[in-house]
């Protein structure tokens, strides 16, 4: 892996902040206040399928998405966790990870494709990342 | 496991037919003449994220899910792959993985929540099985 020749599509640049970086991903909160909704990117360029990657790096992505979901539901309490691995708009190999509460802007149906994202005010985005960091550093 | 436990969601035996029993997972068709679309269930019940499995499970899982992936697109030649688990609606945990094209009926939207299923014709229905259980069954 060549980190340095990793470059982010500027459309997730756009839309979210970076969180960590773990040994394969950035894991990025999507700023969206209608949902909590982390996006993990492996530093790869060039990478479109999560088939692309090696049988070891398939492991350690699905390591950081299980470290992610759990940072993620022990920050924002939710009813479900939704995955999802789409790439249809942004083909940059991408994983989308969602906490859904019953009840939320687009239940019980996926967020992808429902709705304008709807950025958070300054002070709950630097507060959710400052929690959603320190959940991402704790141990297992 | 005691896979004689297991028992399916009615909704998703009412949508999908059984394709393969992989060591972890069914594998089964989604019924839909719009997409080329596999559904794998872990053979538990009560399973309801990722994340309840154990971690050897988790890698078996994912092994799965590229087998069903690589059989898809071999059958089913597409722009991208479309991997899911939501369980919004149907909490039993199930994954789905899509071959999608551009243009198809939901692009570049996901699948999920996006018009409605249309049954195959019974001859498509089976052949189509028949060459992705050839295709499932294949080595690597």
Redesign the interface.
Same mark, same amino acid.
Not at 107 to 110: F, I
């Given at each position: 892996m060549n980190s340095e020749a990793f470059t982010l599509d500027p459309r997730l640049a756009a839309d979210t902040r970076l969180l960590a970086s773990l040994p394969l991903c950035d894991v990025r909160l999507m700023d969206d206040a209608r949902y909590g909704w982390l996006v993990l990117v492996p530093r790869h360029d060039g990478l479109?399928?999560?088939?692309d990657l090696g049988e070891d790096e398939?492991?350690t992505l699905?390591r950081e998405? *299980?470290l992610a979901?759990?940072a993620l539901r022990a920050v924002m309490p939710c009813d479900?966790? *939704?995955?999802?691995?789409?790439? *249809?708009?942004v083909?940059q190999l991408h994983l989308h990870v969602v906490a859904?509460c019953e009840g939320d802007a687009g239940?019980?149906?996926?967020v992808?494709?429902?709705g304008q994202r709807q950025p958070l005010a300054d002070a709950e985005l630097h507060e959710r990342m400052a929690t959603l960091r320190q959940a991402l550093a704790a141990p297992g």
């Open positions: 479109v399928e999560i088939a398939q492991i699905w998405v *299980n979901s759990r479900k966790l *939704n995955l999802g691995a789409l790439g *249809n708009i083909r859904r239940w019980p149906g996926p992808w494709g429902h």
